[in-house]
Each structure stands twice: as C-alpha cells, then as structure tokens.
C-alpha cells in the first residue's frame, strides 16, 4: 500500500512522466515503467552529487548554464516540429507505429530531463572521451557535446545504425533526407564523430581507438 502511495504522490507532483499518449496506449505498462523511475526517487541535482562526488554549487552552476541556454532548447524545439511536420504530411500509420513501439517509454516532453542528466554527468566529470552507442535524432548526443563545448574539452564518438536499414529494424523516424544525428547544432560537430554500423561489431574497435 505504501509503494502504491507513494507512486500516485509521485505521479500528482511529476504528471509530465505519465500523462502522454503512451500512457493513454499503454497504460498499465506505463504504470509499471514510471513506477520504477519514481521509487526512490531523488532530485537531479542530488543525483548527480552522489554519482560524481561534485559540489552542489558546481553543479547548480552547471544546471543554470544548461536550463538559461534558450539557444539550444529553441533548436531542439524548431528541430522536433520539422519531425512532426514531416510525419503529419506523410502516409505513415502513427497509430499502428506506436501500437508496435515498445510500450511504457516516457514522452518527448520528458526527454530535456534526460538530457539535462547526461549535461550535468558531462560538466561534473569532465571525460576526455565518451563512447554512445545508439543516436536516433541526436538530441542525448546534443547535451552531452553542449557540455563538453561548455568545458572546453571532450569528444563524443557515436554508434548507430545507418539510414539504409529498414525503419522496422531501427524503431526511429528521420524527417526525408536526414540521418542519424540530424538535430545536432553544426556549432557541437567538431567535438562528434559518428560510426554507422551494428554497435556488436564497432564498439570495441571504437574504445580501443
């Protein structure tokens, strides 16, 4: 009963995490997903104190740098309405596109919080490398090359498939003539390089480089 409390408190403070169309497709999976996101569940900032022994006036100072930069927010935002321009204006059958998407992920409107993390884990750590496997639109790799810009140091090598596989098989939705990363700032670019390929077989030649 308490478990069950404290998600429905959780879900009255936070209802972005569920309250999305996924939610309404797939809800007792939903459920289940959010409900493990939200035991537990700590504030960011304390999250990533305790994941990088950082100081926490470092890392509000780092998440004023990422949450004022309307610049790259506004991009997102002009990036992601091109993508649902492009699929308002197409044949594609979104219904049956999410009824075959894995049920229970969370919204778009969810996504600047995950990417905020991997900005805040950036900052905090400062790595010289990072190695991702798995880019869709490029909007994880997006904050992390922001926070390495805002270092002064790093460089993102990336995995994924490329466009030439079957949209069955890659899940994802590119708007015509784009490819993976497509929402990427030129301004980042030089700090990624992206590998297409089945991360099975590039990963480990990509760490050893």
Same mark, same amino acid.
Not at 160 to 172: A, C, M, T
């Given at each position: 009963m308490g478990n069950t409390l404290n998600y429905f408190t959780a879900v009255c403070k936070y209802p972005h995490y569920v309250l999305n169309k996924r939610f309404l497709l797939h809800p007792i999976s939903s459920i289940d997903t959010v409900s493990k996101i939200m035991k537990g569940n700590t504030s960011l900032l304390e999250s990533i104190r305790n994941l990088t022994n950082d100081k926490m006036d470092n890392i509000k100072n780092n998440y004023n740098d990422i949450k004022n930069n309307v610049e790259l927010h506004q991009h997102l935002e002009e990036g992601y309405g091109e993508l649902d321009n492009y699929v308002n204006n197409t044949d594609l059958d979104m219904l049956r596109y999410s009824n075959k998407t894995p049920s229970g992920r969370l919204g778009r409107d969810t996504q600047s919080n995950a990417g905020h993390f991997l900005y805040l884990i950036i900052r905090s750590l400062k790595p010289d490398t990072v190695v991702e496997t798995g880019v869709a639109s490029g909007e994880s790799s997006t904050f992390m090359l922001q926070a390495m810009e805002d270092? &002064?140091? =790093?460089? +993102?090598?990336? $995995?994924?498939?490329? %466009?030439?596989?079957?949209?069955?098989?890659?899940? $994802?939705?590119? %708007? &015509?003539?784009? @490819?993976? =990363? /497509? $929402? $990427? %700032?030129?301004?980042? &670019?030089?700090? /990624?390089? +992206?590998?297409? =390929?089945? @991360? =099975?077989?590039? +990963?480990?030649?990509c760490c050893k480089n």
């Open positions: 270092n &002064k140091k =790093g460089k +993102l090598f990336s $995995i994924d498939l490329p %466009p030439s596989v079957n949209q069955n098989q890659r899940k $994802i939705i590119f %708007p &015509k003539d784009k @490819s993976s =990363g /497509w $929402i $990427i %700032p030129e301004n980042l &670019k030089d700090r /990624w390089e +992206l590998h297409e =390929g089945d @991360s =099975g077989d590039l +990963l480990l030649p």
